[in-house]
């Protein structure tokens, strides 16, 4: 047992920056409890490793009832929730004019509605321990523009806004909350770049390529550290320069 473990809760583990994200609380002496609606072969090699330090359900974050009841029985059986770091989220990628509502909806359910309703449920835990910390991954495409992204942009930027102002709201309590911004970071979600996109991307980075998970963990591990004591509201970015 680590003196300093604390209970991370991180939605979307099963993949990409999830996956990378609960392995490092893990190997840092945390508890994780994350979801996902399918296991992975990198949870199950975790759960092997870690045992019950590791909690996963498959839950789909569309399913605001399921992911309720969820949270709601895992603070019962771990009493406290210390960190939250909201995760899952789609992508979408289409001209706006031609992406239906259903699309519409479901990307604003995933990427939005159930990182506000994971908040409220894990902010009020808090409160009572008059202690925790919060963190949003959001996206460069929060704050630039980058063609047929509308909508998956338009609920970063919204996360954007609601760390801003749920840091005001929840600062008093001992409670922060930030956002982390990442820029194009090697995992699924852009393994649908064609190499024409990437060559772009590679060449308006300053670095010089594409990010790797392990470049945002170093950020999160310092967010969730008494060295971020001092930081509320902020938004982060982790993207080789590609914005400056
Ligand atoms: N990769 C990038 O370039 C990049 C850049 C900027 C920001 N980000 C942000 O970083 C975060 C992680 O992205 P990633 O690249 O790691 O994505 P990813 O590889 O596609 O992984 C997404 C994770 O979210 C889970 N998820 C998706 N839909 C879900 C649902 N309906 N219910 C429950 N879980 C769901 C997935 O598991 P299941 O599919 O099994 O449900 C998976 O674990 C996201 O917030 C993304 O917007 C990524």
């Avoid at 996902?36 to 359900?57: I, M, Q, T």
């Avoid at 908040?119 to 009020?124: A, E, Y």
């Avoid at 392990?214 to 982790?238: H, I, K, N, P």
Wanted: glycine share 10%.
């Amino acid at each position: 047992m680590f003196a300093n473990q604390k209970t991370i809760l991180i939605s979307g583990g099963s993949r990409g920056l999830g996956a990378a994200m609960v392995a490092d609380s893990l190997e840092h002496g945390h508890r994780v409890i994350t979801f996902s609606r399918r296991a992975s072969d990198d949870l199950k090699r975790l759960g092997d490793a870690f045992g019950e330090r590791l909690v996963w359900e498959a839950l789909d974050a569309t399913d605001t009832d399921a992911v309720t009841h969820f949270v709601k029985r895992m603070i019962a059986d771990h009493g406290r929730i210390d960190a939250l770091v909201n995760n899952a989220a789609v992508s979408l990628e289409q001209l706006f004019p031609l992406t239906s509502p259903e699309a519409v909806e479901r990307t604003l359910t995933i990427n939005l509605t159930a990182c506000m309703v994971l908040t409220q449920l894990v902010s009020r835990n808090m409160l009572a321990h008059s202690a925790g910390n919060i963190i949003n991954i959001g996206s460069i495409l929060g704050s630039r523009g980058y063609k047929g992204t509308a909508v998956y942009s338009a609920t970063k930027a919204a996360l954007e806004g609601f760390t801003r102002s749920l840091a005001r709201e929840l600062g008093s309590r001992g409670i922060r909350v930030n956002c982390i911004a990442p820029g194009f970071i090697e995992t699924d979600m852009t393994e649908g770049l064609d190499p024409k996109q990437r060559r772009q991307i590679e060449r308006r980075t300053p670095l010089g390529r594409l990010g790797r998970v392990e470049d945002v963990l170093g950020l999160l591990r310092f967010l969730l550290s008494e060295d971020a004591a001092f930081m509320t509201g902020q938004v982060l970015v982790v993207d080789g320069g590609l914005t400056c």
